[in-house]
């Protein structure tokens, strides 16, 4: 879990402990994570990962998760390369020498995201804002109006569209075409 109850409970005044209570804010801040996680198009969170990436004829491989930060094996066409044939570059594989294959399915096991020390503060923020609507809302408070002229009426329910909060995450997000 990138942020705690502890820092949901600071960041939101709300410090009840019962244990319902953390349990319920706990779900808040994984179902916020889920959002910016959906959102980002990846786990933030450092870990292995394995990704079967189609070449596009150039020397450029993205992959699905940023920051890479090591690559264990690369392989297509039944070939291992070699870890002096590319370079990590942020999101992407450089080939040192040539360009990936136009259509070909590489494999490649890396490690990408951020540890939980290093994971960027907009993330956390952004989570803990939507964690912190979420709770606003429980117990029905979700904002409903009604309109009634004569015979006619009509009812508003107000519901909570998280992009304005997610929106800062975009220098961050992968978006894949396919």
């Known amino acids: 879990m990138i942020v705690t109850v502890e820092q949901f409970d600071t960041y939101s005044g709300n410090c009840e402990t019962s244990q319902d209570v953390v349990a319920m804010k706990t779900s808040m801040l994984l179902t916020a ?22 070449g596009i004829g150039n ?3 993205y992959l699905f998760a940023q920051p ?6 690369v392989s297509f066409n039944g070939m291992t ?17 040539g360009v990936w294959p136009n ?3 590489i494999t490649v096991t890396y490690t990408a ?11 956390k923020m952004t989570i803990l804002q939507i964690a912190s609507l979420m709770l ?7 904002g409903i109006t009604g309109k009634s002229m004569a015979e006619n009426s009509r009812t508003f329910i107000n519901y909570t569209s998280y992009d304005r909060w997610l929106k800062k995450l975009d220098p961050m997000r992968i978006v894949r075409l396919y």
């Open 103 to 105: 259509g070909a399915e």
């Open 59 to 61: 020397n450029h491989l």
């Open 113 to 123: 995201g951020w540890s939980a020390q290093n994971m960027p503060e907009i993330i």
């Open 136 to 142: 606003e809302e429980s117990g029905g408070n979700i």
């Open 68 to 73: 890479i930060s090591a690559v264990s094996a």
């Open 33 to 54: 994570q889920g959002i910016v996680e959906d959102y980002l198009g990846y786990s933030p969170e450092s870990a292995e990962r394995t990704d079967s990436v189609m």
């Open 81 to 97: 390369l070699l870890p002096a044939a590319y370079a990590i570059c942020g999101n992407y594989l450089r080939l040192a020498d």
